[in-house]
């Protein structure tokens, strides 16, 4: 788990929904969702659907965040304790990820390294960076190489992951090149990141992927995640 943001005040945009989580606080659900993401952060202890539909209240008041402000936005929510800030600041991203640019991704990277766990780094990679990256070709390999020769192993997951949508886009030969140097990383969160990633591309282009698991020696969790719908 990695540290990041340290604690601010809350965005303005922010300061309603933060009310409205206050009075639906659940301290049983709390403990159960912070032994279930093995105590990454605490939790005002909100299920994910309930979650979504309160921050749908709160835009119907207040809107979503201007392009300008988003970011500060998201940087606020993540600097607040409870992991509920830090999804919806996923959340908010996601939905704008289409208006996003390589500019965005320095604080899409600050957030990957801000209370780390696959929850919240999982998301912003495929449904953050990917979208950002696949329309901005150009950027794919200084952001990939910033990455995936990273010391944070939550960056390399990230850059294994962010064209876990692409399909047929994928970039075969960037992929395969991230798995081979991260092949033989012991953290269970790489190579199951290289399990789904080849998972992903399987059910696009099966042969190539069948074809990179007979040359390349992977953990056997790998390559039972990357064979699992093939076999």
Known sequence: MSGGLRRGA???????????????????????????????????????????????????????????????????????????????????????????TPEDLPVVEELITTKSWWDTVDALAVHVAGPVLQRHPKAVASWNRRWITAPDLWLNRAAILFQNRWKDDTDRALLFANITRHAAHPDFFIRKAIGWALRELAATDPTAVKAFVARQPLSPLSRREALRKLD
């Open 10 to 100: 809350v965005h303005p945009w922010l300061k309603p929904l933060g009310a409205l989580f206050e009075a639906h606080r659940s301290a049983e659900d709390a403990t159960a969702m912070e032994s279930y993401m093995k105590h990454v952060a605490p939790f005002f202890g909100i299920k994910a659907p309930d979650r979504r539909a309160l921050l749908k209240v709160h835009m119907a008041e207040h809107d979503r965040p201007t392009p300008p402000e988003l970011m500060a936005v998201a940087r606020s929510a993540f600097a607040q304790p409870e992991r509920e800030w830090h999804h919806t600041a996923v959340d908010l991203l996601m939905q704008q990820a289409k208006r996003l």
